[in-house]
């Protein structure tokens, strides 16, 4: 006799003994996450956002990476969790390849199917208030090019070397998206080295 094989969107598990079939089903969550970037970029880009634990050690409890397209004046986009808890709070932590990491203000309560939470409103939306303000919306620092937190002369040598040889393309050290690296990249990091501008968290 053949067997017929069926594929549920849901995790299945086969009580043998009983002979029942039990669904286990995710009950999803949904945050409606609104950003944007000091050197606006005018095409989608991806960014990967955590939610982390209120207290210390902050541990990871999920993570997704999305792609988002530029909606009027910031980014948004709808992100799906599955492994938080209804009614608990957590940090939202915002990693976009050329800027600085970025925590919520305070831990955000899930108190519903979906959480909505803007960056862009006011700089006291992050922690620490780590954001500077273009045209009077709160935006994410860029120029952190290596990652390590901290926009620096390391950094600022990065797209430096990548201007003078006219790299071109999507590249980290193009910071504007222009899909050049040049003076205008340059001025933007150089100009947060200067004012040694780093990842403010818990």
Do not use: C
Request: proline share 3%; net charge negative; aromatic share 12%.
């Amino acid at each position: 006799m053949a067997t017929t094989a069926l594929l549920l969107v849901a995790y299945r598990r086969y009580n043998i003994y009983a002979g029942t079939l039990a669904v286990k089903k995710f009950n999803y969550n949904y945050l409606d996450l609104r950003w944007r970037l000091q050197a606006m970029f005018p095409v989608p880009d991806t960014l990967s956002v955590q939610l982390r634990n209120s207290i210390y050690p902050y541990k990871v409890v999920d993570s997704a990476k999305v792609l988002a397209e530029l909606s009027s004046t910031n980014f948004r986009k709808t992100i799906r969790f599955k492994n938080i808890i209804t009614g608990n709070s957590y940090y939202i932590v915002a990693k976009h390849r050329t800027s600085i990491e970025t925590w919520s203000a305070y831990p955000v309560e899930f108190l519903s199917d979906t959480t909505f939470y803007n960056f862009t409103t006011s700089l006291n939306k992050a922690y620490g208030n780590n954001m500077i303000s273009i045209n009077g919306i709160a935006s994410f620092y860029s120029g952190d090019v290596n990652q390590d937190h901290t926009i620096d002369a390391g950094d600022v040598s990065i797209v430096d070397n990548a201007s003078a040889i006219g790299l071109s393309g999507n590249v980290p050290e193009d910071l504007n998206g222009d899909g050049f690296v040049d003076a205008s990249d340059l001025s933007i990091v150089d100009e947060n080295a200067y004012n040694v501008i780093s990842a403010v968290t818990p």
